[in-house]
């Protein structure tokens, strides 16, 4: 019989503290629905969060694995990264299991998304911890009477050791935007190693880990940080983007330390460059799921 799991308060948040039997981890806001910890069992934390963060109604959080919707960047008119990693959700179901720990929020339209988005939609944010993995699902669904597009991401910095020890790998063979020299490329080597500024979106990473289950064969990105090794799987974001700010656009962020872009990188689940369209009453979901080697 699943127990449910009350709210809680973090960083004068409302907050779920999940918790699975075997003792996975994970903290999530209200606000935002934005995911700030995630530690696997027997392990430490795997999550970025800057020490200068704002924990403010109306702002959004830096680090963790924020909610971008229904805009990703600056690639439209609304918001940077949209609205819904700064608006409260609501919660659905938050439980343990029997072998896992799960949280849902949602997210409605309102009168204030309306004057920026005229939309009815319904968004819900699903986290599951358990032993060394965790799922993010993001799912939206079309209430209105006209089609809606949008673009997202699960913006999930993940911590590191050292970024100079660090790379990515299964990137190979992927063409990619690079929004830093603005230009279109492809990633010839297989592991992409770290040394400065770097935001590209890479291009049908979803088609590849489906051929490469076809195949019998993984498809994975991996994180590689010294000894440590996080697989890292999509399911319908067709686009995976990464980015590490460097150590001049770091400086100039206020909520991040000057040294924090050697201790982070986000690899993120996204649908940026076609964007998702739903006729009325149709639904879509996007998950990511990160395992702990």
Not at 220 to 231: E, F, H, P, Q, S
Not at 243 to 265: F, H, I, T, V, Y
Not at 279 to 291: N, S, T, Y
């Amino acid at each position: 019989m699943p127990t449910s799991i009350a709210i809680t308060r973090h960083q004068g948040q409302d907050a779920l503290q999940l918790q699975a039997p075997d003792g996975a981890r994970a903290t999530l806001l209200l606000h935002g629905a934005h995911l700030v910890s995630w530690i696997p069992a027997g392990a430490d934390e795997q999550l970025y969060l800057s020490p200068r963060s704002a924990f403010a109604t109306g702002q959004a959080v830096r680090g963790g694995v924020p909610v971008c919707f229904p805009q990703f960047a600056e690639r439209g008119p609304l918001q940077k990264h949209g609205f819904a990693r700064a608006k409260p959700w609501q919660l659905v179901t938050a439980e343990v299991g029997t072998d896992d720990a799960l949280a849902v929020l949602r997210l409605n339209d309102d009168a204030a998304t309306r004057m920026v988005w005229p939309h009815a939609f319904e968004a819900e944010l699903s986290v599951r911890v358990a032993g060394r993995t965790l799922e993010i699902e993001l799912a939206c669904s079309n209430q209105g009477d006209a089609p809606l597009s949008f673009t997202a991401a699960l913006h999930t910095y993940l911590r590191l050791g050292s970024v100079m020890r660090a790379s990515l790998q299964g990137l190979g063979g992927l063409a990619y935007w690079d929004s830093v020299d603005k230009r279109a490329a492809t990633q010839h080597e297989d592991l992409l190693r770290l040394d400065g500024e770097l935001d590209r979106i890479y291009q049908g990473v979803e088609e590849r880990l489906l051929r490469g289950a076809e195949q019998g064969h993984g498809q994975d990105l991996t994180l590689r940080d010294g000894d440590r090794r996080v697989a890292i799987r999509q399911q319908g974001f067709q686009d995976a983007v990464v980015w590490n700010p460097g150590e001049a656009k770091c400086a100039q962020l206020a909520d991040m330390p000057e040294d924090g872009w050697r201790q982070m990188l986000c690899v993120e689940a996204a649908q940026v460059l076609n964007p998702v369209t739903l006729a009325p009453g149709e639904d879509w979901a996007g998950m990511q799921r990160l395992e702990l080697l």
